[in-house]
């Protein structure tokens, strides 16, 4: 996305990724992995006129569907009907991304080029597969490495960068539900969540009817991945915690087994810049927790803001501290909203007293506009920041 709003800016721009170039690959096979986008990610591909290239294979969801012991019951997002927000694939919009990047004479991909480092005059150091050494030829850097960043590893050894990095103590494991004859085996417009207070199974939408489900699940202790050794324990462990998802999902216990364990965590860095060489952007300056589902669209909303700051002008040293000046207080909000959402998705939504709240509140949204939710202030109101966003939230 910032390639392309960079080139629409008349900037020469090359794109260095480690993978490989996606296109040819066929998308469905493998692994589905979906994210949800909301207004701010948005705002985004409409400014890089790539929308219209996602809305068709992307799914609304108008609510969370909470499953219980009880049954389910569907909690809506907003007050709106149009207040949704959407299942889309992660191969599917990189492709649509990189398509469209392409398509500036101005923009150069290079596949399979991973950074290494920086040089001393601030210039990224790349290097291939067979462990050919390059040096970009041209400047600035925009570093959008993602959570792991070593961009930003080579700021923090120079004391540019201060990074705290606070992992979680849960994992997180992707499975499949699939398709039951051809139809969703569950509501298809709704981001299902098994809430089980210390633990949750999340699963949204993808084309075809399928779902990409999510297990987060201490690493150690009771009721963790590391008591998940056998088949017979995983096919336990899901028939105790969540029995109906369990019957939907017939390859459990070898997805569970093939598919890797990821993890996750905050990356809290100041000192986004060096100068005007280099910036960090996305995971790569502000990782958070996905439980707000607002990572990419906060990367997304990055490069709105770096575009806007881009066209007021000034230099790059400027315009860079003027970034960063600009969204730490937001992308510190988010990633506290995040890891507080982790909370209520998996124990809150189950509190009755909770749920007699979140009706009051969309009771006063109705008859006065100003009283927005929290959640719908991050999700559907881009034109709130995120700490006014939290600020607003703490003080009702
Ligand atoms: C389980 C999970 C669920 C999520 N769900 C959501 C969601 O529902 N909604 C949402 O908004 N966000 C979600 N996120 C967060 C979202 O995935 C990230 O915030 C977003 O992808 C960040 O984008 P980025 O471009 O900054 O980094 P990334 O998406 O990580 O992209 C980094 C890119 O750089 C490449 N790269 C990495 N290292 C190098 C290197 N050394 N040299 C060259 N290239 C390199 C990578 O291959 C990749 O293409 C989720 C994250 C996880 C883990």
New binding site residues.
Partial sequence: MLAILLARRGFRVTV????SDPRGANLDSGRSIN????AR?IRGLERAGVLERVMPFAIPMRGRMVHTDGGAELQMYGVRPDEVIYSVGRAHLNLALIEAADRFENVELRFG????GLTADNRVE?RDAAGRVETAELAPTIA???????VRDALAVRGIARVREEPLAHD?K?LTIPAAGGRPALDANALHIWPRGGFMLIALPNPGGTFTA?LFLARHGANSFEQLVTGDDVQAFFQREFPGARALMPDLAREFFEHPQ?Q?GTVYTEGWHAGGDVLL????AH??V?FH???????FEDCVELDDLLAKGGSMDEVFAAFERRRKPNTDAIAEMALENYVEMRETVLDPEYRRKKAAAEKREKSDPNAIPRYSMVMFHPEIPYAEARARSLTR
């Fill in positions: 260095y990724e480690r993978r994210l949800a986008l909301a990610g080029r991973a950074a290494t790349l959008t490495d993602g959570a792991g960043s070593p997180y992707e999510t990821g996750l952007l996305g995971d790569a990782a958070i996905p589902g607002q990572g990419m669209n906060c990367a």
